[in-house]
Nanobody
Framework: VQLQASGGGLVQAGGSLKLSCVASGLTLNYYHVAWFRQAPGKEREGVSCVYNSNKPVYYVENTKGRFTISRDGARNTVYLQMESLKPEDTAVYYC????????????????WGQGTQVTVSS
């Protein structure tokens, strides 16, 4: 069972990135899948989650309206589209999955991807 996060990179403020979380060994349609991020010296925080019903939840106030979480069942993938990026969005982004509910707490998830670096320059 593996989650593979990708799509990070270096982008200027105002730019966009689309992160992907691809699963192997499990069917993501049965899971609630979240994106977390961890900036240097800070705790990992929940950014967004998509229920297995496709209902999205956004946890970070200043990402609402800029970030969009979605899933593609055929590709067994969950995405995080990030627009109008700001330097404060700089972090390592992780995807995580669990069977029971969406949560912004890291302890709620038992499956994690390895992280992808997002760096936004000013």
């Amino acid at each position: 069972v593996q989650l593979q996060a990708s799509g990070g990179g270096l982008v200027q403020a105002g730019g966009s990135l689309k992160l992907s979380c691809v699963a192997s060994g499990l069917t993501l349609n049965y899971y609630h899948v979240a994106w977390f991020r961890q900036a240097p010296g800070k705790e990992r925080e929940g950014v967004s989650c998509v229920y297995n019903s496709n209902k999205p939840v956004y946890y970070v106030e200043n990402t609402k309206g800029r970030f969009t979480i979605s899933r593609d069942g055929a590709r067994n993938t969950v995405y995080l589209q990030m627009e109008s990026l700001k330097p404060e969005d700089t972090a390592v982004y992780y995807c995580a999955a669990q069977r029971y509910y969406c949560s912004s707490r890291t302890q709620a998830y038992d499956k994690w991807g390895q992280g992808t670096q997002v760096t936004v320059s000013s």
